[in-house]
């Protein structure tokens, strides 16, 4: 965080000698907030420590929306506990779980640390992480519907309730993608 003090000092020495003829540029010296004169700037390794915090608070969003999801399946089926007893609850608790292990799945595979810097094996990630949430969660679906004795409905309300957090947290986060604050 540049302050005041570091402010003054960068706008007292400035421009820099040679910087009129180009040789502040040539040199690769340019003026790094909050630091005591100049600093070599290299574009590369500034432009990789930016895409790694910027991963890093995306894996983080990302894990907070299987949170939210899984807080949703609990107070859902605690509802419906409350409401209809045990076997409602555990239908609800069955019907979150599903989609929200299958989100789980699909963040785990799209923000692997294998996938970081090219981006096109990201975008690979990302349509693999999407393919792997439908199969687990048809799967899982198909297991709980042909082997277990559910309720439906507090099943399918509960797996509708994780659906509209995820599509809820895609809505809150569009448009913060460059970084930029939009409220």
Same mark, same amino acid.
């Given at each position: +965080?540049?302050?005041?003090?570091?402010?003054?000092?960068?706008?007292?020495?400035? &421009? &820099?000698?040679? $910087?009129?003829?180009?040789? $502040?540029?040539?040199?690769? *010296?340019?003026?790094?907030?909050?630091d005591r004169g100049f600093r070599q700037?290299?574009?590369?390794?500034?432009? *990789?420590?930016?895409?790694?915090?910027?991963? =890093?608070?995306?894996? *983080? +969003?990302?894990?907070?929306?299987?949170?939210? =999801?899984?807080?949703?399946?609990?107070?859902?089926? @605690?509802?419906? #506990?409350? @409401?209809?007893?045990? +076997?409602?609850?555990l239908s609800a608790l069955i019907g #979150?779980?599903?989609?929200?292990? #299958?989100?789980?799945?699909?963040?785990?595979?799209?923000?692997? &640390?294998?996938? @970081?810097?090219?981006?096109?094996?990201?975008?690979?990630? $990302?349509?693999?992480?999407?393919?792997?949430?439908?199969?687990?969660?048809?799967?899982?679906?198909?297991?709980?519907?042909?082997?277990?004795?559910?309720?439906?409905?507090?099943? $399918?309300?509960?797996f509708i309730a994780t659906l509209m957090?995820?599509?809820?947290?895609?809505? +809150?986060?569009? #448009?913060?993608?460059?970084?930029?604050?939009?409220?």
């Amino acid at each position: +965080m540049l302050n005041l003090q570091g402010l003054i000092s960068i706008l007292l020495r400035w &421009p &820099p000698q040679g $910087f009129l003829c180009g040789d $502040f540029l040539r040199e690769g *010296r340019a003026p790094i907030a909050g630091d005591r004169g100049f600093r070599q700037f290299e574009p590369r390794t500034e432009i *990789r420590r930016v895409q790694k915090l910027t991963v =890093q608070r995306a894996r *983080r +969003m990302a894990y907070r929306l299987v949170a939210a =999801q899984l807080a949703v399946t609990g107070v859902t089926a @605690a509802l419906f #506990g409350a @409401a209809l007893g045990g +076997m409602a609850a555990l239908s609800a608790l069955i019907g #979150g779980g599903v989609n929200t292990i #299958g989100t789980y799945y699909q963040v785990r595979i799209s923000f692997s &640390p294998r996938t @970081a810097g090219d981006a096109n094996r990201v975008a690979n990630a $990302f349509y693999l992480g999407e393919a792997v949430k439908i199969l687990v969660v048809v799967a899982l679906l198909a297991l709980a519907l042909n082997w277990l004795t559910l309720s439906p409905a507090p099943l $399918f309300v509960a797996f509708i309730a994780t659906l509209m957090v995820y599509f809820a947290a895609l809505l +809150m986060t569009a #448009g913060r993608g460059t970084g930029h604050n939009n409220g």
